[in-house]
């Protein structure tokens, strides 16, 4: 079992940044593929991105490539999203969640942290 807590959501202004943590529980962090999603009101779930297991390698949504990044600290059983440059749409619900298979079948979720942007 494996217990995700994100922390770090709030109320920003456009342009401005964020960092969201997501603390996972258990000793196998490091087999999990971590990913970040996002649900805004009325809308479906939306990936964000994902750092893959054992490759290292990251991936990203197009509507957030170039502003938004994650990382991974397997130390400290953390992911992290970086969000710079933020707008109003990026407004929404901000969930991770761990796999051990693909970002389509999620093992675990986190409960979620607002973010809001204002204009």
């Known amino acids: 079992q494996v217990q995700l807590v994100e922390s770090g959501g709030g109320l920003v202004q456009a342009g401005g940044s964020l960092r969201l943590s997501c603390a996972a529980s258990g000793r196998t962090f490091s087999t999990y593929t971590m990913g970040w999603f996002r649900q805004a009101p009325g809308k479906e779930r939306e990936f964000v991105g994902g750092a893959i297991r054992w490759t290292g390698s990251i991936n990203y949504a197009d509507s957030v490539k170039g502003r938004f990044t994650i990382s991974r600290d397997n130390a400290k059983n953390t992911v992290y999203l970086q969000m710079n440059s933020l707008t109003p749409e990026d407004t929404a619900v901000y969930c991770c969640?761990?796999?051990?298979?693909?970002?389509?079948?999620?093992?675990?979720w986190g409960q979620g942290t607002q973010v809001t942007v204002s204009s």
């Open positions: 969640a761990a796999t051990q298979a693909a970002m389509t079948r999620i093992d675990y």
